[in-house]
């Protein structure tokens, strides 16, 4: 695989296309045509220099507006999930998971903030409510003046960004909603050239990077940005396109490790898991590998009992991706490390996590624990950090995570750290550290990895977005809540301390629940996330009964 790498889209003339889906062709299990994304975006040159003027605007007024917290300003909040639409239809309550970025209300602790959050359907009043309640030191009616609500009330499985875009007049009223454009800017949960086509119209900025520079947060561009970090990483192959490469990487992977068991193939834009399949090597033959591989290719491993082999390749002729080895060890962790590039280029330190992870292969994510754990949080934030500068010197802008997995043979083995994939986004890990950064006006402390509120207090929490159970269902937000005042299932702001729910409006039709559990160790953290669960347990079984 050759080493340099240049973006595709810095070789584009322009006007160029974006071509970001495609009609699907008709599958027997599907019984007829999908429309999956079909969303051409082209820019002409007049938008691109209109673009790059409202960028410019925000770097420079950056400083002023972000240092003193009474400065007015308006965040317009588009919790757009813009993935491949089939892949992101086997995540159940998915389009509650616009839901995530609700910790951005807690902005509204800024007395001359206004945001303005606009959803595919409209959000419940109580669950509203139970964040604006969360303010410290705001009443919740002076936070409720500041705040605009909108949405588009339509929850196909489009994109909400295409759905903004195909209501002229609801962007009008994002527009009106804004007293001084100028003082403005627009969040998206993900930033492909639709959100940037949605910015333009909205005549806003973005918090987030360019689609321009998206391809390094690809699996392919990820593996690039290691390498020119110096940071290890799995043996492997990207720029995959087809079957036959795929092959070609197994085996070569293969004869240079004849130990090698198992690999992974990896959607370039695969999300939380969903694109990844496992290959096993059981049973290959010293001689007619190649074959032998062809021949295994189709019984791969994938991570939604959903997938099937030709859905899998469709999707990889279409996006690419990479193949690697499947790191094995006796004892392995999968942690993460945060940053933030500010519109003036800074790059900055936000956190280290240990993800939890689930799946026939641990491949899918289901939550996570703050800190990383404190034999290795510190050598995972440095070599994340070493990615981070790589990116920042290529114009990433916002939040992003570096995934790692770390192995060891045994308890008194060193870790062994390998970066995985960057998500060059907001993800998993964020709307959880939002939540206490605002909860308790705290600071993370890059020195130690550890974070302190206000008052001085160490942090910790334990984390999951994938809350799931059958007798949850039936359970309506109004429920949840009256369950967390009565069971005192909630945060404690004097103690810095307890409970906070999110992803509340996938509770009562899928029986999912996001959980967010604070305390001062990571053992008190997750004995309140487990005192959760088994309160919630209890509720549902309860309710199953009535």
């Known amino acids: 695989m050759p080493h340099g790498f240049a973006c595709r889209l810095e070789a584009m003339p322009v006007p160029f296309q974006y071509n970001i889906g495609t009609l699907d062709k008709e599958r027997k299990n599907h019984g007829k045509a999908r429309l999956s994304g079909a969303n051409g975006v082209t820019f002409e040159p007049v938008e691109l220099a209109r673009s790059k003027v409202l960028q410019d605007h925000f770097r420079e007024t950056y400083a002023k507006i972000f240092a003193d917290p009474n400065t007015p300003r308006t965040v317009v909040i588009v919790p ?70 909108l949405s588009c009330y339509d929850s196909s499985d489009a994109p909400l960004s295409a759905k903004i875009l195909a209501r002229p007049r609801l962007i009008e009223r994002i527009k009106a909603a804004i007293p001084d454009p100028h003082a403005a800017h627009v969040t998206f949960f993900t ?60 085996v070569t992977l293969k004869e240079r490790n004849p130990a090698l068991r ?30 032998w591989v062809g021949e295994q290719l189709p019984h791969l491993g994938f991570q939604s009992a959903e ?75 440095e070599l994340g950090r ?58 993370y402390e890059r020195e130690t990895g550890l974070f302190y509120s206000a008052a001085g207090k160490p942090c910790f929490y334990y984390a999951s977005d994938n809350l799931h159970a059958d007798h949850y269902r039936g359970l309506t937000p109004t429920d949840l809540i009256d369950i967390a005042a009565t069971q005192r299932l909630h945060f404690d702001a004097a103690k810095q301390e307890g ?19 604070i305390g001062d160790t990571q053992e008190k953290a997750y004995q309140s996330y487990m005192r959760s669960v088994a309160i919630l347990d209890e509720e549902g079984t309860r309710h199953d009964g009535d």
């Open 80 to 149: 757009s999930i813009t993935f491949d639409r089939e892949v992101m239809a086997r995540i159940a309550g998915v389009h509650h998971y616009e839901e995530r970025l609700l910790c951005l209300l807690l902005l509204l602790r800024f007395p001359r903030t206004r945001v303005i959050y606009v959803t595919s359907t409209p959000i419940a009043t109580p669950i509203i409510d139970y964040y604006l309640h969360l303010l410290p030191g705001i009443p919740a009616q002076h936070a409720k003046k500041r705040l605009v609500l």
């Open 386 to 443: 070493r990615a981070g500068e790589v990116l920042a010197s290529k114009g990433a802008l916002g939040r992003f995570a570096i995934d790692f997995m770390s192995v060891k043979d045994d308890e008194d083995a060193p870790w062994r750290h390998y970066a995985i994939e960057i998500n060059l986004r907001k993800g998993g890990t964020t709307h959880p550290f939002l939540m206490l950064q605002y909860l308790t006006a705290g600071r």
């Open 307 to 381: 997938m099937t082999f030709d859905a899998f390749m469709e999707k990889f002729e279409l996006m690419g991706g990479i193949v690697e080895e499947f790191l094995e060890g006796k004892i392995k962790r999968s942690p993460s490390s945060q940053f933030r590039v500010d519109p003036m280029g800074t790059l900055e330190t936000i956190s280290t996590h240990d993800q939890v992870l689930g799946g026939a292969n641990e491949q899918v994510f289901l939550g996570c624990k703050f800190p990383a754990d404190e034999s290795y949080r510190l050598d995972i934030q």
């Open 262 to 291: 198992r690999a992974v193939v990896k959607l370039n834009d695969g999300f939380s898991g969903e694109g990844n399949a496992v290959f096993c090597f059981q049973g290959a033959p010293e001689a007619g590998l190649r074959e």
């Open 191 to 250: 930033v492909t050239p639709l959100e940037k086509k949605l910015a333009l119209k909205l005549d806003l900025p973005i918090y987030g990077s360019d689609p321009e520079v998206s391809c390094w947060g690809s699996k392919s561009g990820s593996r690039k940005i290691f390498r020119e970090a110096g940071i290890a990483m799995p043996a492997g192959f990207e720029d995959l396109k087809n079957a036959d490469d795929i092959v070609d990487a197994l």
């Open 499 to 517: 409970v906070v729910f999110h992803l509340v409006g996938a509770l009562s039709e899928f029986g999912k629940l996001g959980v967010l559990a």
